[in-house]
């Protein structure tokens, strides 16, 4: 995860250094901006955030970062962007491809995406299934709440109960996508280049994931990928 962050931290900084604005997609109270954008030189101006938690917003302290929800269509101007940016955000989203499409749409031509997601698609995945087991890297939402909710679920709210098979109750995982599958798409969309970079091939040995990571990339746990407009 580290390693995959980095990535994308170092790719969303090349592309800021000559000028543009950025948006984050889950922005929280504004730590891309704090601990990685910031210190790179980029203005505080120039950056723009949305987050769905109201009590986080509160939190942002002077920085642009809008109270919203991902599964709705981005409160943007078309082509507003250099860069968007969604780091471990697509995976918890109701309507990810709905998603990615207001990411096309709210970035300038020339504009990249910038996502880091897991990968469905894995080896340990599936050595899961073929145990028997669940291959879902997190709990699945607790469909009571599901029905009852008027409004689009959202994945993190502290009014859902918990699951009782779950480690990570609070940071439900709806869908995820395969590396390849995820590339097709955002190629549908119109993204005229697309990257994708794997991160992490278990069950291998740590030092030799490295090059195993770019000879096989497919099958890698966490994926980044950069699509440019």
């Excluded at 250099?82 to 990810?96: A, D, F, N, T």
């Excluded at 909710?149 to 959202?154: G, Y």
């Excluded at 869908?175 to 955002?186: A, C, G, M, N, T």
Aim: charged share 20%.
């Amino acid at each position: 995860m580290r390693e995959a962050y980095g990535r994308a931290h170092v790719e969303a900084i090349n592309v800021l250094q000559n000028g543009g604005d950025v948006l984050d997609c889950g922005a929280g109270a504004g730590h891309l901006y704090r601990e990685t954008l910031g210190p790179a030189g980029i203005g505080a101006d120039r950056y723009h955030g949305i987050e769905w938690h109201a009590e986080t917003v509160a939190q942002a302290g002077g920085l642009d970062i809008r109270h919203g929800d991902l599964n709705r269509p981005l409160p943007f101007a078309t082509e507003n962007f250099r860069c968007v940016i969604g780091l471990s955000v697509l995976e918890h989203l109701l309507k990810p491809c709905a998603f990615l499409r207001q990411c096309h749409r709210v970035l300038e031509p020339g504009g990249t995406l910038i996502i880091l997601t897991p990968n469905i698609s894995t080896y340990f995945t599936a050595a899961l299934i073929l145990a028997g087991r669940m291959p879902s890297s997190g709990p699945t939402p607790d469909s009571a709440q599901l029905i009852k909710s008027e409004e689009l679920f959202r994945v993190s709210g502290l009014e859902f109960t918990q699951d009782d098979d779950t480690d990570t109750p609070q940071h439900r995982h709806l869908v995820i996508f395969s590396f390849l599958v995820l590339r097709r798409y955002l190629r549908m969309l119109g993204f005229r280049s697309v990257r994708g970079y794997g991160f992490g091939l278990y069950p291998f040995w740590n030092g030799i994931q490295p090059v195993l990571e770019k000879l096989d990339p497919y099958h890698c746990h966490q994926m980044v990928f950069l699509a440019i407009k």
